[in-house]
């Protein structure tokens, strides 16, 4: 089976539910997809925003945006969460524009996660503690990338950075690295 563009989700996860899309945008491909959809469960209790753009007001007359967006009760961006691929420029101005926020990233593999944190100690030394960075441990991404489904199903429990979930009848539970 290909790997879905959408995802129409039924979420049941800590004790709530909810019933999202998960769209590809711009050149987004389908395992970008799943790295959202984990980023989003990953913080399930912060209720964030998917696809926040130009027309959100925390992020009025930015020229660039998030993956997952959380604000603040006074509106103002809290936490900034990117997947995958991520320029070095776009991380220095968003942990400058917005230097209370709490900024998460998300890669595939263990090596993507070293290699981000090392990128981030050279390029914005003064600032790279600000960034958590997630990854799966071994190849364990791609068991997680396969679950994915035009129509998903998901219940049970999902703090950052574990995962105890039944997606679609199938068993799935892994701790991701965090550096």
Same mark, same amino acid.
């Given at each position: 089976m290909a790997a879905p563009y959408r995802i129409r989700a039924e979420l049941a996860v800590n004790g709530g539910e909810r019933k999202l899309v998960f769209a590809c945008i711009e050149n987004e491909t389908p395992d970008h997809l799943a790295l959202k959809l984990a980023a989003y469960l990953a913080f399930w209790d912060e209720d964030l925003t998917l696809d926040a753009r130009h027309n959100h007001p925390a992020l009025e007359g930015q020229e660039f945006y998030p993956d997952i967006l959380g604000v603040s009760p006074d509106g103002a961006v809290a936490h900034w969460v990117e997947c995958g691929?991520?320029?070095?420029?776009?991380?220095?101005?968003?942990?400058?524009?917005?230097?209370?926020?709490?900024?998460?990233?998300?890669?595939?593999?263990?090596?993507?996660?070293?290699?981000?944190?090392?990128?981030?100690?050279?390029?914005?030394?003064?600032?790279?503690?600000?960034?958590?960075?997630? $990854?799966?441990?071994?190849?364990?991404?791609?068991?997680?990338?396969?679950?994915?489904?035009?129509?998903?199903?998901?219940?049970?429990? $999902?703090?950052?950075?574990?995962?105890?979930?039944?997606?679609?009848?199938?068993?799935?539970?892994?701790?991701?690295?965090?550096?």
């Open positions: 691929t991520t320029a070095m420029h776009k991380l220095g101005k968003v942990v400058r524009r917005w230097p209370q926020a709490r900024i998460s990233l998300f890669k595939e593999t263990e090596a993507q996660g070293q290699f981000l944190r090392q990128e981030l100690e050279r390029t914005i030394p003064e600032r790279h503690e600000r960034f958590a960075i997630y $990854a799966w441990p071994g190849r364990s991404f791609r068991e997680w990338a396969g679950l994915m489904s035009e129509r998903l199903s998901a219940v049970g429990e $999902a703090a950052a950075p574990s995962f105890n979930l039944v997606v679609n009848d199938q068993i799935y539970a892994t701790d991701l690295l965090k550096f």
